[in-house]
RNA sequence: GCCGGAGUGGCGGAAUUGGUAGACGCGCACGACUCAAAAUCGUGUUCCUUCGGGAGUGGGAGUUCGAUUCUCCCCUCCGGCACCA
């Protein structure tokens, strides 16, 4: 027989799959259950497919023939997010259209997915920047609108002078660019929102209905942020003008010594003719200004400046009649215009941050929440005192006293008591007393979805003369990106340089109307992709209502942890928002969500272009083979952990291959009933283990399992013919040959899932571990059910334990088939 | 600082509800084959050892007949977030 040879066989199937049009599944088929498995689509870079793309392709196209055999209807779709900037930055760089560009990159991508034999269907071509998806991307924006979901805002924003663009407060990674690394500035830009906070609340429960990393979802819940506590009013003295501010603390509002704005806040102008320094104020309104996010973080150390001849009033002071009513207002960049209502009273006593500012500031601290004593904040466990046993004993006096408040730098954070009252009641008591409204702040905040850039899909907007915005009109989609500009970056949109553009809205809408000029941000197009699958070629609808019941939700979604955030936040707000709209009727797109973990260099660090260590699959396959690649790409680790790259390491499944190719040489007729208990078991196992995702103990017991058969003289074909039939999801095309090759029927694929004899997967005899208190000692080997007294006796008369057990045996404790123990 | 996750041989990693720690693979060593090498096959491979044993899953306590697994404290590494009122 022929030397296994990864060369002569991988590509004849690949053809053969492709001639028999094998992975393109029959979205209309009622016969089977229905799984719907999904990558996370790729984003067709200049770099091609590297790694990461290879272990993910690997995993879901394991299952996809994994399920398939096992009788279900399987979807496994494949598309290209192919909007976006880096596109469009290579353009700039070499002139060549971003259209032409993505296109070489998706045939390039193709071509790789394709010699890894991953078993994509690729039917309707979801590739977001085709007008085919685009039309759909702006059919949706465009019921957003209609309901109320778009609005327009001028807003600062975090602006990329490298890029020239917007950036989202999620794509600024340490206020930097998280595309190019540079520095975010702040800028006043106009652009449409999306009301992603609508939907908070149902974003945060409705993460019990999924089944995700655990870690997955208390990051998005913590990214969504849900603070409870009360907006309370604050008059301004001798104004008409009212201070309201968001506090989780209502119950400190009589420790409010002093108020703080945000910069930025309407009300520093509204009262510039009562604001005595106002010169100073604008000076520090200014500088705050300039500086971004990223400056403002940098210095701990408090700064502002007092609105001076303003002074607010603290209104549970002032209901009680006590003294200390008017406090002082202050403006300092520490307080966020983008958080609550960009406005805080301080509590120095009970805040930090507010601690310090009194500190810089010389302002009064006041105590009003008593610790509770040391006993009850010593059984109550979280109730209070972070570091109260590591004071001296005359401040734990104090504080029980109730003297000082006291935490690391004398705040008492947590909750105790206002006078009797635990603190939690105080809250919604002392909120009724000064009118305030309790009510739930998140820390999301709405999508800005414009860019000023040319490569992404156009936002479906036309101006009236009036300047009133009005969606384009379902009749005039896709409304197609303009192709007469040039993408040098100038700070405008690029769209205003194309002249089609603005004749074909003066030519639909009249004269005087004009275009927006601004195309979305690229999570938009990935928001819904999933949607489109179950139904890619229609051109009538989105997805049809018919298509999307059958299919969705996504029962099994694989990728990066990466996307825990925002891709995978702003898809489940697009389901809900359109469920809102009647558009669906599901709530959640991805039932069963897993991360594929990251593929690192040696040295742990993740691979990149810039560092040049990036492996490229494609070398791997040209030495080692496809199947190779794959299955080590599954074994090197559990599909969620990291993988530290090692080449060496890949050649311990070229030859586990290798081995299975010349086991075939043994086949014959008769039985072997010793193999085929092996193959039974590895049946059993493998199954299992690709079920719960656990590549690498299946591979490891097909392994076991070829090693056993390597020693034996003959293998019966029918047995060998189901250990190919396992093995095919992990490496179908040697699979394929070899089954070829001993008379198999057909494609592997299409084939059934075998099925183990239960039978033969028990064994009649175990090695049973003999301890003596615990201590392994011996071993016997003995029927899985065999008694106590047997055991013991099997146990005993191994002679092996005289000289543990001659003291005499306290106790014997004896789990069949896992352990007998004496304790003496 | 806060929130996640993880620490097991030379390396990647196994180990159902607490039940024989180190499966499987890489590497390494020795042997067979060979003039020789590669490939292949076979054997061995946690550490220490006076060859009786002893120690051992980041460290320290605890529960248990028995702990990689459960509880408490601590250390280290990785990822994410960060003045969120």
Redesign the pocket.
């Known amino acids: 027989m022929e030397e296994y040879s990864h060369k002569k066989i991988e590509q004849k199937w690949q053809e053969r799959w492709r001639e028999a049009d094998l992975f393109k599944t029959d979205k209309k088929d009622e016969s089977k259950e229905k799984f719907y498995i999904l990558d996370m689509f790729t984003y067709p870079s200049g770099s091609g497919l590297h790694m990461g793309h290879t272990e993910q392709g690997a995993a879901t196209d394991t299952l996809y023939r994994f399920h398939r055999m096992n009788g279900k209807n399987v979807l496994h779709p494949q598309g290209f997010d192919s909007f976006g900037l880096p596109a469009e930055n290579y353009a700039i760089k070499t002139g060549i259209h971003p259209k032409e560009s993505t296109n070489i990159a998706i045939e390039t991508f193709r071509g790789q997915m394709n010699i890894l034999g991953l078993a994509y269907d690729f039917t309707g071509d979801v590739t977001t920047s085709k007008p085919s998806y685009y039309k759909w991307t702006q059919w949706i924006f465009g019921k957003f609108f209609e309901n109320g979901l778009v609005y327009k805002k001028v807003s600062k924003v975090n602006w990329c002078s490298s890029c020239n663009t917007v950036i989202a ?2 794509q ?3 206020g930097a660019c ?1 595309r190019c690394d540079t520095e975010i500035e702040q800028k006043e830009v106009p652009g449409f929102f999306f009301k992603i906070t609508d939907f908070a609340d149902d974003l945060i429960t409705d993460l019990d209905k999924v089944d995700w ?4 979802i ?2 998005q ?3 969504i ?1 849900k ?1 409870e ?1 009360a907006y309370i009013d604050f008059k301004i003295k001798n104004t008409d003008s009212k201070l309201k ?6 119950d400190t509002i009589f420790g409010a010594t002093y108020m ?1 704005l ?1 910069p930025e806040h309407p009300l520093v102008k509204e009262l510039k003719e009562k604001i005595e320094n106002y010169d100073e104020v604008s000076a520090y309104v200014n500088s705050s200004q300039k500086k971004t ?1 990223l400056e ?8 502002g400046v007092e609105l001076k001849g303003i002074k607010a009033i603290n209104p549970a002071r002032e209901k009680s009649q006590m003294d200390n009513t008017l406090i002082p207002v202050f403006i ?16 120095p006593a009970h ?4 601690w ?2 009194a500190d810089e500031f010389k302002l009064q601290k006041v105590c009003v929440i008593k610790p509770y004593s040391f006993e009850e904040s010593k059984s109550g466990s979280q109730r209070n005192l ?1 570091d109260f046993d590591k004071a001296s004993v005359e401040q734990q006096q104090e504080i029980l006293d109730g003297k000082i408040c006291h935490n690391r730098k004398g705040v008492l954070m947590g909750s105790g008591q206002f006078n009797e009252m635990d603190s939690e009641k105080a809250k919604k008591a002392i909120s009724k007393f000064v009118g305030g409204k309790i009510s739930s ?3 999301l905040r709405d999508w800005s979805i414009s860019r000023q850039r040319y490569w992404g899909c156009p936002i479906p907007i036309v101006y009236s003369p009036e300047g009133e915005a009005k969606f384009v009109g379902e009749e005039n989609l896709p409304w197609l990106l303009p192709d007469d500009v040039d993408f040098i970056p100038t700070g405008e949109a690029p769209l205003t340089k194309s002249k089609e553009l603005k004749e074909r809205v003066e030519k639909l809408f009249g004269k005087g109307w004009t275009p927006e000029f601004d195309t979305m941000d690229t999570f938009v197009d990935s928001s819904w992709y999933f949607l489109r699958y179950p139904d890619s070629e229609n051109d009538k609808d989105f997805s049809s209502a018919e298509m999307l019941k059958k299919w969705m939700p996504v029962d099994l979604y694989i990728g990066g ?2 996307h ?2 925002m891709h995978l936040l702003y898809a489940r707000f697009f389901v809900k928002a359109m469920k809102k709209m009647g558009l669906l009727d599901f709530d959640e797109p991805f039932k069963k969500l897993r991360h594929q ?2 593929v690192n260099d040696q040295t ?1 660090k ?1 691979m990149s272009k810039s560092k040049g260590n990036v492996v490229a699959p494609d070398d791997m396959v040209e030495r080692f083979g496809a199947d190779s690649t794959r299955m ?1 790409m599954l ?4 599909l ?5 790259w ?1 080449e ?9 291959l ?2 299975v190719w ?1 086991q075939s040489e043994k086949i014959t007729n008769t039985e072997n009933p010793e193999a085929k208990k092996i193959i039974h078991k590895t049946i059993k196992k493998v199954g299992s ?1 690709t079920e719960n995702l ?1 590549f ?2 299946a ?6 399992c ?2 056993f058969i ?2 034996q003289e003959t293998v019966n074909k029918e047995d060998f013919l189901s250990f190919l039939e396992i093995l095919s999801p992990y490496a179908p095309h040697v699979s394929e040959e070899l089954y070829e090759k001993i008379g198999g029927k057909g494609f592997l694929v299409e084939q059934k899932w075998p099925e183990y004899d239960a039978a033969l997967t028990v064994d009649d005899l ?6 003596v ?5 011996c ?1 016997i080997d003995i029927s899985p059910d065999a008694s106590q007294e047997e055991a013991e006796q099997v146990a005993k008369k191994d002679g ?1 334990l005289d ?1 543990w057990i001659a003291g005499g045996i ?2 014997v ?1 004896y ?1 069949p ?3 007998l ?1 004496f ?1 003496v």
């Open positions: 407060n999620e600024v990674v340490n998280d990393p655990e870690h997955t208390k990051n819940r913590n990214w942020g603070s506590g501010v968001f506090t989780t603390r209502p703080v945000a996010e403002r973080m940098e210095g701990k150390e408090k700064t300092s960049d520490y307080v966020l215009a983008g958080y609550g209502t960009g406005a805080i009273m301080a509590v805040d930090e941050r507010d310090d500012f972070i702040n998140y820390r942890a990466e825990t955030y973990g990251m742990g993740k080590y074994f090197a680790s559990p969620e952990d990291d993988i530290l090692n060496t390491n890949i050649v311990g499944l070229y030859r586990f290798e081995k010349k283990d656990c690498n103990t591979i490891s017991e097909m392994m076991k070829v090693n390597s020693k175990v090695t049973l571990g003999v301890q208190n615990g201590k392994k000692r071993e092996c000289k306290k106790k404790v789990v088939g896992r352990i123990n304790v």
